[in-house]
């Protein structure tokens, strides 16, 4: 997988729309960083599988929620996994986004694509 980390600190919760810890008392934070190659940057990692499978793992079975921040469109539009049902608020985030941007002029993209469930394609050998 090549060298990186893991990991995992533990925080407070916090009630805000998109928070990764809304609606939580004591959530535990997991990040994990792997380093890709300077010479091919963006030829896939040797077993890229393992960490698509943590990611799939951590989001499906234990209801783990993305870091906005990061900005993954692969981790926010998983298909199996809908990330927009994990955020209890949602819904109502959307409804304040209709009475203060009905345009959608400040819409990013990877917000609308978890608005609207879509999906991305799985790599080869992803479960």
Not at 29 to 46: D, E, G, I
Not at 56 to 62: D, E, F, I, S, V
Not at 85 to 96: Q, S, T
Request: net charge positive; proline share 8%.
């Amino acid at each position: 997988m090549g060298p990186g980390y893991l990991w995992i600190r533990f925080g407070a919760g916090y009630d805000g729309y998109t928070a990764t810890n809304a609606g939580m008392k004591r959530p535990v934070f997991l990040q994990s960083t792997w380093l890709r190659s300077r010479a091919v940057p963006t030829y896939p990692m040797r077993y890229q599988f393992v960490v698509d499978l943590l990611e799939q793992l951590t989001l499906c079975k234990y209801k783990a929620r993305p870091h906005w921040g990061k900005n993954h469109e692969r981790t926010f539009t998983y298909p199996k996994c809908s990330v927009r049902a994990m955020y209890p608020k949602f819904n109502e985030l959307l409804k304040l986004q209709s009475a203060h941007d009905p345009a959608k002029m400040f819409e990013p993209r990877l917000f609308k694509k978890v608005a609207n469930n879509e999906s991305f394609v799985l790599s080869p050998r992803c479960t």
